[in-house]
T-cell receptor, first 113, second 116 residues
Framework: KNQVEQSPQSLIILEGKNCTLQ??????????LRWYKQDTGRGPVSLTI?????NTKSNRRYTATLDADTKQSSLHITASQLSDSASYIC????????????FGTGTKLQVIP | DVKVTQSSRYLVKRTGEKVFLECVQD?????MFWYRQDPGLGLRLIYF???????EKGDIPEGYSVSREKKERFSLILESASTNQTSMYLC???????????????FGPGTRLTVL
């Protein structure tokens, strides 16, 4: 069964610090991997997307990496801000048509002053 | 910008009631999806539609039905609401059907449904 596991489940960091969120997947075959940010009470919004041939992608203070050999991805947040407090969801697309995707359960990040 | 709207942000219904959740997208997207999101379980696909009047079951279709009479509108129907259907419901849309590396799903703000 295709699975996407994220760690940690939750994280608290001080404003201004960096952090890294992890995503391991067993999805096969693999098409692309996205990271979404979901603010409390809102729908997810895409941060980055990477195909299997890409190994890093940046979006402002967010940098996603992908190792397709080990089936691992990480999302690094630099110089965290209070507005980074949200859930971060890893989503893996497998190249099977119908745009079937598998969602991770997310990491809940809280940035405190 | 793509806009996906959902008819209600919060909804409270009683057990046995028929519930309609509406979703509208304004970017002429082919695909539309309904998910539910529960703590610790992530997003789970209920139904999706890749064209008007077409629908496909997702991973957890039991207790739900859908309707897509117009391209921009996708409705989720709970025929007889039960307490275990209390959840956050998210609608999404994407541009076209098929395997595309950049076929991003755009989500609505969600409807938090409570069934008493």
């Amino acid at each position: 069964k295709n699975q996407v596991e994220q760690s940690p489940q939750s994280l608290i960091i001080l404003e201004g610090k960096n952090c890294t969120l992890q995503c391991n997947y067993t999805v096969s075959p693999f098409s692309n991997l996205r990271w979404y940010k979901q603010d409390t009470g809102r729908g997810p919004v895409s941060l980055t997307i990477m195909t299997f041939s890409e190994n890093t992608k940046s979006n402002r203070r967010y940098t996603a990496t992908l190792d397709a050999d080990t089936k691992q991805s990480s999302l690094h947040i630099t110089a965290s801000q209070l507005s980074d407090s949200a859930s971060y969801i890893c989503v893996v697309d497998f190249s099977g048509g119908y745009q079937k995707v598998t969602f991770g359960t997310g990491t809940k990040l809280q940035v405190i002053p | 910008d793509v806009k996906v709207t959902q008819s209600s942000r919060y909804l409270v219904k009683r057990t046995g009631e028929k519930v309609f959740l509406e979703c509208v997208q304004d970017m002429d997207h082919e695909n539309m999806f309904w998910y539910r999101q529960d703590p610790g379980l992530g997003l789970r696909l209920i139904y999706f539609s890749y064209d008007v009047k077409m629908k496909e079951k997702g991973d957890i279709p039991e207790g739900y039905s859908v309707s897509r009479e117009k391209k921009e509108r996708f409705s989720l129907i709970l025929e007889s609401a039960s307490t275990n259907q209390t959840s956050m419901y998210l609608c999404a849309s994407s541009l076209f059907f098929g395997d595309s590396s950049y076929n991003e799903q755009f989500f609505g703000p969600g409807t938090r449904l409570t069934v008493l």
